[in-house]
């Protein structure tokens, strides 16, 4: 697919892969519009891209979603291209019992209802066009479980096997389906996290991802991406007991019930999470 001369929606456009989207969309003669919850956030993306054009619109809330369609369609009817790429990432200790049960699913919210919601409302469009696309940006943790951030894991790999049915529901209408599977990279999400090493700079992970694109390959696996991908094919219990032991560094001993120690088989002494 030729990435000249589209209109194209960036969810999440102000900070890390979606401001990268924006910039290198904009380089090669887009018309490119960008979402973000934050006003003061999109009016710094617009100082730093005065081409862009930004629309406050937070992808948790329905009602949001349904008043960006009615705008963006109203300023924008050449819209073409979505790409859903804002996103959270959250360390989660799930046995912490001051868990709230509705802060508890934010991740599923925004990385996995906020496109699907954001697909139903803007399809009926896209399909109305010439030739359209939709990019969900899903993580290398769609492909294996990180015990971390359990809720992002969850979202992603949601993302991931809702994309592949969105594909297929699709193949005969004029609207191709990408996803990226991203290597973590060096992001405020990443800073947020305090993950330092293994990251892939932004403006390579997106070119990769918009090379892909223009291939025609529905999945990209930048950087480190394709090496998750193999090793979780290989041997998924390894990956997980590697990624496993990151809980207890983190978070210690689950603590016992009602002072009863573990038992075996429960997530304390789960052999893949054991650190000796
Ligand atoms: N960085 C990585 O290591 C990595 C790896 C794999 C996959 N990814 C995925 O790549 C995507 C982009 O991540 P990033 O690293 O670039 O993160 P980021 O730097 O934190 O940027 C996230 C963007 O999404 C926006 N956003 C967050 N929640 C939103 C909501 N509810 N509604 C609308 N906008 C929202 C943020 O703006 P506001 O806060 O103003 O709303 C911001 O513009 C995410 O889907 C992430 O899961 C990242």
New binding site residues.
Partial sequence: MDLRHHTILI?????????EFARQLLALGNTVLI????SA??AATKQLLPQVHTFQ????NPADIAQLHEQVLAQFPALDVLIN?????RKLNLNDPALDLLDLTREVE??LL?PIRMVQQFLPHLKAQKAAAILN?????ALTPFPLTPM?GAS?AGLRSYTKSLRVQLQHTPVRVFELV?????????D?LG?TSG?MA?DKLVAAALRAVRHDQPEAYPGLAKVIRFVSWLTPQFLLGQLGKLVEKEYGQPQAVLGQPPQTGAPGNYPFFATK
């Fill in positions: 969810t999440g456009g102000t900070s890390g892969l979606g401001f979402t973000g919850r934050d956030k999109l619109s937070d992808v948790r790429n804002a996103g959270e990432m925004i990385n906020g940006v899903t993580s290398g943790l992002y992603k991203a290597p973590a990279a060096k992001t405020p999400l990443a947020r993950t990251l932004p």
